[in-house]
């Protein structure tokens, strides 16, 4: 990996971790940033992982302690991509990529207006699209709208409903995106807008995220690249707490953008 794509993923590893701890605390979870790992020691919400790895050749077994192994479900993103946990009772979920795209307008002009959920009301339809009927709609919670980093991005169609849309996470050096959904054709109907927005808002910073499958293939369509592997580890033989993802969520898997 060339010291500019170390840099990168370090970033999004450390953007990532800083949204999954929010979306913890909007939920009354609290969690933890070490030297290695940022990590929560009771069960996280739905789709987050337990613990996110910071840097490359973290502790195992130091990692493993921070988190409740006890309770079903526990899960840790591997951010680079290089722990074995098998011996802890881990299985890989899924590999995924993390993605970078610089500071730049879409290349596609966005055919949705969009803004920034500002109130519960707006928070509640994006949530409600995002879900799509799945019944987790509750998972995003007015807490949210308090985090000063944190955008929720809402894509409106002609009738101002909330159609597309994603969560941005700011931070020093990058604008994290995760939970890209557009109810009517898939990524390459959500990245423009969002894009545009990210680009309006944050003018200045790289993009990241990560994505795998055909959601990785729609993200390099639309100017991102693959700058490093990361991998998801569940504990035990819980799939159906994410969903039952093969493998995009903070956490991701193929063809479920929910994870995160």
């Given at each position: ?40 020691p009771s069960r996280t919400p739905l789709y987050y992982p337990d613990a996110v790895t910071l840097v490359p050749g973290a502790d195992r077994a130091a990692l493993v302690s921070r988190i409740d192994t006890v309770a079903p479900g526990a899960s840790v993103k591997d951010s680079f991509a290089d722990l074995d946990l098998t011996a802890a009772g881990f299985q ?169």
């Amino acid at each position: 990996m060339t010291t500019p794509k170390q840099f990168l993923v370090r970033a999004a590893a450390r953007n990532n971790a800083e949204w999954c701890a929010t979306m913890s605390r909007s939920h009354g979870l609290t969690g933890e940033f070490g030297a290695h790992a940022w990590a929560a020691p009771s069960r996280t919400p739905l789709y987050y992982p337990d613990a996110v790895t910071l840097v490359p050749g973290a502790d195992r077994a130091a990692l493993v302690s921070r988190i409740d192994t006890v309770a079903p479900g526990a899960s840790v993103k591997d951010s680079f991509a290089d722990l074995d946990l098998t011996a802890a009772g881990f299985q890989v979920l899924f590999d995924a990529q993390w993605i970078h795209r610089p500071a730049s307008a879409p290349a596609l002009a966005p055919d949705l207006s969009w803004d920034v959920a500002g109130d519960p009301d707006t928070l509640r339809a994006w949530a409600l699209a995002w879900d799509d009927r799945d019944g987790n709609a509750d998972l995003f919670r007015p807490e949210l709208l308090d985090d000063p980093a944190t955008f929720v991005l809402a894509g409106q169609s002609a009738d101002c409903r909330v159609v597309a849309g994603a969560v941005a996470s700011c931070s020093d050096q990058v604008v994290g995106i995760s939970n890209v959904f557009a109810l009517d054709g898939g990524p390459d109907a959500a990245w423009p807008v969002v894009l545009d927005a990210v680009n309006r808002l944050f003018p200045t910073l790289p993009v990241v995220g990560y994505e795998q499958g055909e959601d990785l293939a729609a993200a390099i369509r639309h100017g991102f690249e693959p700058v490093g592997p990361l991998r998801i580890w569940l504990h035990g033989q819980e799939p159906d707490r994410l969903q039952g993802c093969p493998a995009p969520c903070p956490l991701t898997c193929p063809g479920n953008s929910h994870l995160r």
